[in-house]
């Protein structure tokens, strides 16, 4: 057979095997993994390199909606250019629905904003915060069908929070329809409360959005997502978890018997409280929700990924400009922290980071930084096997890594949107210096390969997680999973 191309002499790692071998591609596929594959129009050499499946990263804001004058720095094109510069082949972001919208109407939008732009493969998660009759009863379920598998609901924000009643109701229908449902956790009415004694107080400062937001409104809000999911019977994802309480939170669900997803974000393991606690303004930067917490709390979220409590590690990426009147430094959100908008740019860096801070310090192994940040997000959010591996017959998305590249990461590598990142002059061991995306080149020697956008919108399967169902062994107490 001769292949479009082969990659020869690789280390290639999946979630569970670590091999040398050589791969070769045809119309866009892996079609072999063997050695002495003969020809093929291309050869890209290996030695050397980590040959991982393509990055997913199953967090990112793009293009949304963010509130009075306010404008996220990224659209689909430099989002998901950021995203290939830091190794990731698919993104899975949000399609916001807005009051009173449909969903239809507010996919329509979003496929609008993302055709012909993108960088990687695409797909949408339909954020649910107008749960009527007609959107859970007929929307709904002829969405899922139609391969938009996912969904999140927040606990927090006036105008998108869903109370419990709501909740339970969304709940319902993701069990009949086969949804994954993504939680934000935050006790919203704990917030409000904060806020208010916040601002008796005189206190405005950017700090303030940690002390607002305290580990036990989101412990409180974590607790109550896993117990409403045991009421309904259902999976969910608890996502952007920042701590210890919020962790152990779902390892009692497991303990239980429930079916629950854990997600941690890059933020919670290189940032702390202190990074929004700094001169002037700067502290802006580090805004995002559920907020940076302390040392500890940094320790809690990587024993959740060396004990896999966490699957999936994802970027969260919403960014803003900083120095900007639609961004972090609006006017209102220079007088008070309640006015900064929430979140942080980091579609490029989540790889690097984990990959240097995970793999090369020996926290995590390669293939749980596989599963971790590809793997998982394939299967628990209906890719797999096409993507999210590298196996005959999967999407060639493929990114050679060289574990001795150091980096300094500075914003102008990222090509993003944003005019920062919260990682300047982080030094990072590892980088991925080429990327393929169905098989075409994306990325080449760490930078873009074709200024043509050559991605995709995919439709997607049901979760393993809701696929998974407890059979009966006929013995007593005991049931084995399919
Ligand atoms: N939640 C997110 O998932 N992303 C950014 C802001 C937020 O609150
Ligand atoms: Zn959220
Ligand atoms: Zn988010």
Redesign the pocket.
């Known amino acids: 057979m001769r292949f479009d191309t082969i990659i020869r002499n690789g280390t290639v790692a999946t979630a569970s095997d670590t091999f040398v071998c050589d791969i070769g591609i045809l119309d866009g596929k892996i079609a072999s993994l063997s050695t002495g594959l003969g020809d093929a129009a291309e050869i890209i050499d290996a030695t050397g390199l980590f040959v991982l499946p393509g990055g997913i990263d199953s ?1 990112v ?1 793009l293009d949304q909606p963010s509130g009075e004058g306010v404008v996220m720095a990224d659209d689909f094109e430099s989002g998901t250019r950021s995203a290939v510069i830091g190794g990731n082949s698919t993104v899975l972001t949000f399609c916001m629905q807005e009051k009173g919208q449909t969903l239809r109407e507010a996919l329509k939008e979003y496929h609008a904003k993302a055709e012909g732009k993108c960088y990687t493969d695409v797909a949408f998660h339909l954020v649910i915060t107008d749960p009527t009759a007609e959107v859970l009863g007929q929307e709904l379920p002829a969405l899922v069908a139609a391969g938009y598998t996912s969904l999140k609901v927040f606990m927090t924000y006036e105008g998108l929070r869903l109370r419990d009643d709501q909740i339970l109701d969304t709940l319902d229908a993701a069990r009949r329809t086969g949804a994954l449902v993504m939680v ?1 956790c935050e006790n919203e009415d704990a917030i409000r409360y904060l806020i208010g004694r916040h601002e008796d107080e005189g206190k405005f400062a950017p700090k303030y959005h940690a002390t607002t937001r305290p580990i036990a409104a989101e412990r409180e809000a974590t607790h109550r997502a896993l117990s409403l999911a045991e009421i309904v019977d259902v999976p969910i994802v608890i ?2 978890v920042s701590n210890r309480e919020a962790m152990e939170e779902i390892r009692r669900a497991r303990m239980r018997g429930q079916k629950i997803a854990g997600e941690t974000c890059p933020q919670y393991l290189m940032l702390t409280a202190a990074d929004l606690d700094q001169d002037a303004l700067e502290g802006a930067k580090f805004v ?2 559920p907020p940076p917490r302390d040392t500890q709390s940094q320790d809690a979220c990587w024993e959740g990924l060396e004990q896999d409590v966490f699957d999936l590690f994802s970027s ?1 990426h ?1 960014p803003f400009r900083y120095d900007d009147p639609q961004g972090k430094l609006n006017e209102k959100g220079k007088r008070s922290f309640r006015w900064i908008p ?2 942080i740019p980091g579609v490029a860096t989540r790889l690097p980071i984990l990959f240097s801070e995970g793999v090369m310090k020996g926290r995590i192994s390669l293939n749980q930084f596989v599963a971790q940040t590809s793997t998982n997000h394939a299967k628990l959010y209906g890719l797999y096997p096409n993507k999210g591996t590298i196996a005959v017959g999967a999407d060639a998305d493929i990114a050679l890594w060289d574990p001795a590249r150091k980096v300094t990461i500075t914003n102008d590598l990222l090509s993003h949107g944003s005019d920062y990142t919260p990682y300047e002059g982080l030094e990072v061991q590892g980088w991925p210096i080429r990327l393929l995306l169905r098989g075409k080149s994306v990325i080449n020697d760490g930078l873009l390969a074709d200024a043509k956008a050559g991605g995709q919108y995919v439709s997607r399967q049901t979760s393993s997680l809701v696929n998974a169902r407890k059979i009966d062994t006929g013995k007593s107490g005991q049931a084995a999973e399919l």
Do not use: Y
């Open positions: 967090h804001h934000h996502v952007h995002c929700s969260d919403c929430n979140g």
